[in-house]
């Protein structure tokens, strides 16, 4: 049942007498919403993390365990729990293609019932919510690069479909909450993101290739080398997220870097910064894999003030030293 009007008043008043927000992460422990969790927890809230740890880990979270600010709990947002919040950032769901397509039907729910119990959350204390949305909403772009008006190019029933329609499902069930129950949302299309506490076996191209020319294997690019993507580091990521979640922008609003750069191109900085010692070989496009992928910032860049400011290759050099430290080359 939702809190009447002065109910939320109070909780507010309470909240405010405390000194501090209350802010929920959920997939805290997982790449992006780790750093998250440090982020705020250095600018003040009381930060609480959620995470079933199907692709998280605890050891990203080591930093701020002991935090008297912080506490973590493992949780499925699948299953419906009560919490009174200020905040939430929605960010529980596998991002990536290995972790995604290995429970479809898991993923969906995560995307559709997880998001409908966030909702209810945020509705029930009045509390802002940010989806983190995806880049892949667009599918296969027919639109290039891709602004936010764009309605994007998806195949509903292929194998990437579980995430891509799920993740347009969740952005639709924002809206409409937004809309007829007036729930404060934010939409972030989250583009292609890296750095440290990526997962070392996650299945995306930065990971892939930082391990293995790390190890001295050959370089694995599926398909021409042609297929762009654009990456953001993780830090200019989380400065976007936190920007959105402030800002009186609803969305959905595009979270990437601008500069488009092929896999092929990627794969050599990457064995250039490890040494130069693997040769590079090409396997078979996985199917609907998209082949060209870039933000249009302009929306985050005016209402916002952000955009990306790590260059990729200083990026790279601060994730391989990462990678170097968890898997020991």
């Known amino acids: 049942m939702l809190l009447d009007q002065t109910g939320r008043v109070f ?39 959620w995470d079933n740890l199907d692709t998280g880990s ?5 930093s701020i365990l002991s935090s008297p600010h912080f506490e973590f709990a493992r949780h499925d947002i699948v299953q419906p729990r009560d919490f009174a919040v200020d905040r939430i950032y929605n960010l529980a769901c596998p991002a990536s293609p290995l972790h995604y397509q290995r429970d479809a039907v898991k993923t969906i729910m995560t995307s559709t019932v997880g998001v409908m119990n966030m909702l209810e959350l945020a509705e029930r204390y009045g509390a802002r919510l940010l989806q983190a949305s995806t880049s892949e909403v667009y599918g296969d772009p027919h639109v290039h690069p891709q602004r936010e008006d764009y309605w994007g190019h998806v195949n509903p029933i292929g194998p990437r479909s579980c995430y891509d329609e799920s993740k347009r499902l969740a952005e639709s069930l924002l ?8 729930a ?31 190890k001295k294997e050959d370089l694995t690019i599926y398909g021409s080398g042609c297929q762009t ?22 969305g959905p609003v595009n979270l990437g870097h601008p500069v488009e750069t092929t896999v092929r191109e990627l794969a050599d900085m990457i064995n250039d910064l490890a040494g130069g010692h693997s040769r590079i070989v090409y396997h078979s496009l996985p199917t609907d894999d998209p082949y060209r ?4 910032i302009t929306l985050a860049r005016e209402r916002l003030g952000w955009e990306p400011l790590v260059p990729l290759r200083e990026g790279l050099r601060y994730t ?4 170097r430290s968890i898997i020991g080359h």
């Open 11 to 49: 909780y507010r008043a309470l909240s405010i007498l405390k000194g501090m927000d209350r802010v929920l992460v959920t997939g805290g422990a997982g790449f992006i919403g780790s750093h998250l969790c440090i982020r705020l927890l250095s600018e003040g809230y009381r930060v609480y993390c």
């Open 58 to 62: 605890m050891d990203n979270l080591t």
């Open 175 to 182: 809206m409409a909450h937004q809309r007829q129950r007036g």
């Open 184 to 214: 404060s949302v934010r939409i972030a299309r989250i583009f292609n993101t890296y750095g440290p506490h990526m997962h070392p076996n996650d299945g995306r191209v930065v990971s892939n290739l930082i391990v293995q020319a790390l």
């Open 229 to 250: 993507r654009s990456f953001c580091y993780v830090s200019d990521m989380v400065d976007g997220l936190v920007r959105l979640m402030a800002s009186d922008l609803r």
């Open 293 to 296: 992928r870039n933000p249009d």
């Open 320 to 323: 391989m030293e990462y990678f």
